[in-house]
């Protein structure tokens, strides 16, 4: 199985390291020296990390044959790509990979079916759960302990308590100093 583990960003320096967007909670396992990781798009890769080191708060990488700043400035915007085996689990038990969590039935506690989950989004605050209603509308749920209580893989559903709002807006009461005619 393939699993995104970050993103390219700008090229650093002149000898041909880059700047990424981690997109891994293991990058010490997925993105160190000698790892060899597919591209999106396809055609920049295989790329195999020579060095990493971090510089004010951010991953820089560089990888064989990459020696300058133009072969560095190309790479920009590519998504490295790692083979994970399907079985293997993250080491806390409290994070998942997005494989594991894509196609979950998101409930309320009381088991009321929300829709399912369709995508993840990764932001630089916190990720978010796409999920899509029976009745083929979205809804953005945020993946913090607050709003999503449990995941059960085994039952394959992730339980949400959720703030008054965030998932009917007809909750909602709208107030309005206009008086109309």
Do not use: C, W
């Not at 699993?3 to 990058?27: Q, Y």
């Not at 994970?84 to 979950?104: A, T, V």
């Amino acid at each position: 199985m393939q699993l995104v583990v970050a993103r390219i960003g700008r090229a650093h320096g002149i000898k041909g390291e880059v700047t990424v967007e981690v997109r891994t909670d293991e990058p010490e396992l997925r993105l160190g020296p000698g790892a060899v990781l597919a591209t999106d798009p396809a055609p920049a890769g295989p790329l195999t990390i020579e060095t990493g080191r971090v510089h004010s708060g951010r991953l820089l990488l560089r990888f064989e044959g990459v020696n300058d700043r133009t072969a560095a400035e190309a790479l920009r915007n590519t998504l490295l790509i790692a083979e994970i085996d399907p079985e293997q689990l993250p080491e806390d038990p409290d994070e998942y990979y997005d494989h594991q969590l894509m196609d979950l039935d998101v409930v309320f506690a009381d088991g009321t079916e929300i829709g399912r989950i369709t995508e993840i989004s990764h932001l630089p605050s916190q990720d978010l759960f796409i999920v899509e209603r029976p009745d083929g509308s979205e809804v953005m749920i945020p993946f913090v302990e607050e709003i999503v209580t449990s995941i059960d893989l085994g039952k394959q559903q992730a339980v949400i308590d959720p703030p008054p709002g965030l998932i009917d807006d007809s909750e909602a009461e709208t107030a309005s100093s206009r008086d109309e005619d």
